[in-house]
């Protein structure tokens, strides 16, 4: 476990688990949490996670802590941008973790991580308007509203917004878990 507090966990994205990841990924309410339309198959998943472990993008599982051992229960996704010291943010949790607040817990470590670890200034991410819950999960872990896409995605077959969410360094408040050498 990379970091962690009581009940969360982040480790390292797991090749191991890629059939978990796809199991989670292909939950019909993420998929229309994400505005997509349709799901992946295990063997493109598969392919895909080849790539993704050698890329730039900083992953994690999430870890729910709360039991004997710790269980894997999603992912978070950092899509940096070296240039500006910024990044897209995504999270997937898996539907049985779902209001227990382990996606509020991941998200500030994400953002606890991404300011004292990686150094960024700004992390962002893009959230549909209707997902109610997924908003106030990132608005608990720091994030605020930024502007939105208007009907920029589908939501039930419908179009509408995408909110525009982000977070800065400078503002993160709270304790953090990463501890510096002494």
């Not at 989670?24 to 992946?40: C, N, S, Y």
């Not at 472990?53 to 999603?74: H, K, M, Q, S, W």
């Not at 227990?100 to 606890?112: I, P, S, V």
């Not at 990686?118 to 509203?145: C, D, H, Q, S």
Request: glycine share 10%.
């Amino acid at each position: 476990m990379w970091v962690r507090d009581a009940t969360c966990g982040l480790g390292p994205y797991r090749a191991d688990l890629v059939e978990t990841y796809w199991r989670w990924e292909q939950d019909p309410a993420l998929l229309v949490g994400f505005g997509q339309q349709r799901p992946e198959s295990l063997e493109s998943r598969t392919e895909g996670i080849t790539h993704q472990l050698r890329g730039a993008n900083v992953r994690f599982t999430i870890y729910d802590l709360t039991g004997e051992t710790p269980v894997p229960v999603g992912v978070t996704t950092m899509l940096p941008d070296p240039a500006v010291r910024t990044a897209e943010y995504i999270v997937m949790l898996a539907p049985e973790a779902r209001g227990k607040g382990l996606g509020t817990a991941a998200t500030r470590l994400t953002l606890d991580y991404a300011f004292h670890v990686t150094n960024l200034r700004m992390v962002w991410l893009k959230v549909l308007a209707p997902n109610k819950p997924g908003i106030r999960a990132y608005e608990k872990a720091g994030f605020r509203a930024a502007g939105a896409l208007r009907e920029a995605g589908y939501w039930l077959g419908q179009s509408c917004d995408e909110l525009i969410m982000d977070a800065l360094a400078s503002e993160f408040t709270g304790p953090s878990v990463i501890t510096p050498l002494r």
